[in-house]
């Protein structure tokens, strides 16, 4: 079975300042994994995914990850932090794939980031 | 705006009473993903539909159901409600790809009291 973890519960950082939000996955088989965020009362905001070829994805507002399979990461980044960006971040991996579109998807914990004016 | 509608925003009821959550796609995807979101489990797969047919299973407990109505619309059902059911239920949605990025509606908010 897959599984995600993200390390941090909280990551704070100042305005200005370049970000990085943890992630690591375990999954057998290739991975697809997935960034999303989440403002307070609301739902979830796809940012990025990898599916496969470069290991910089570029994503929505500025954010980008770094895939690393031998550490079996997927580091969300940000070169400098809004206090905008501030929010709960979830990263994701896409289970087996029973066709059809038919996936599921685990994610972890989350990381609540706080920007810092 | 993903496109994914959830009705209710909110919904308040009692310990053993039953509700409807009402999930509508996004124009063409014909996949429904449910999942549960609390403080303790964090986000968890309830279960999901593809085109009318269930496909997959997850945490989902027997007193929950869902199912998938012809324009594609699904409702997730909570009856015997317990406390511990109160949470914030989301539903997303894909095409017909695998990778394919679910996009997820506003969510409902239910308590239960």
């Known amino acids: 079975a897959q599984s995600v973890a993200q390390p941090e519960d909280q990551v704070n950082v100042a305005e200005g300042n370049p970000l990085t939000v943890k992630c690591t996955y375990s999954v057998s088989g290739n991975p697809y994994l997935f960034w999303y965020v989440q403002y307070p009362n609301r739902g979830l905001q796809f940012l990025l995914k990898y599916i496969t070829g470069d290991n910089l994805v570029k994503g929505s507002y500025g954010f980008e990850a770094e895939f690393n399979k031998s550490q079996t990461s997927f580091h969300l980044k940000k070169p400098s932090a809004l206090v905008s960006d501030s929010a709960l971040y979830f990263c994701?991996?896409?289970?087996?794939?029973?066709?059809?579109?038919?996936?599921?998807?685990?994610f972890g914990k989350g990381t609540k980031l706080s920007v810092i004016p | 705006d993903s496109g994914v509608t959830q009705t209710p925003k909110h919904l308040i009821t009692a310990t053993g009473q039953r509700v409807t959550l009402r999930c509508s796609p996004r124009?063409?995807?014909?996949?429904v993903y449910w999942y549960q979101q609390s403080l303790d489990q964090g986000l968890q797969f309830l279960i999901q539909y593809y085109n009318g047919e269930e496909r997959a299973k997850g945490n989902i407990l027997e007193r929950f159901s869902a199912q998938q109505f012809p324009d594609l619309h699904s409702e997730l059902n909570l009856s015997s409600l317990e406390l511990g059911d109160s949470a914030l239920y989301f539903c997303?949605?894909?095409?017909?790809?695998?990778?394919?990025?679910?996009?997820f509606g506003p969510g409902t908010r239910l308590t239960v009291l």
């Open positions: 124009s063409g995807d014909l996949s």
């Open positions: 997303a949605s894909t095409s017909s790809s695998g990778t394919d990025t679910q996009y």
């Open positions: 994701a991996v896409r289970g087996s794939y029973s066709g059809a579109g038919s996936y599921q998807l685990t």
